[in-house]
């Protein structure tokens, strides 16, 4: 018998002003599962990542414009670590809790 885990997002938040870059109205939730956010962009999720350190683990999110001016590059999400632990994170004792800031640039070379 296959064994399944179930996604159980602690926040949930609609980005309705196109912070993140993924566009406007932009349902995105914290994927506790998978260390890092999930957005539900046209019909699909996309998982955006924290590579490093394993175990980043966030309670909730906030999307900031401070330039709209400056295209992507002015805009992003930023995702806390949310862990009550951070010690237990890799790193081990003396790890301190982060800020990781996401931005989404509309094709790869964009400058």
């Not at 924290?50 to 590059?73: Q, S």
């Not at 002015?74 to 790193?91: A, I």
């Amino acid at each position: 018998m296959p064994e399944y885990s179930i996604e159980s997002s602690y926040y949930t938040w609609v980005d309705q002003h196109n912070s993140s870059g993924l566009g406007e109205n932009t349902p995105i939730a914290t994927a506790n599962l998978y260390d890092g956010v999930h957005a539900f962009v046209d019909g699909e999720f996309v998982t955006m990542r924290i590579p490093y350190p394993l175990g980043f683990y966030t309670k909730g999110f906030e999307g900031r414009i401070d330039d709209p001016d400056a295209g992507w590059k002015g805009r992003g999400l930023w995702v806390p670590s949310g862990d009550r632990t951070p010690w237990l994170m890799e790193g081990g004792q003396g790890t301190r809790p982060l800020v990781v800031h996401f931005q989404v640039r509309p094709d790869p070379l964009a400058k």
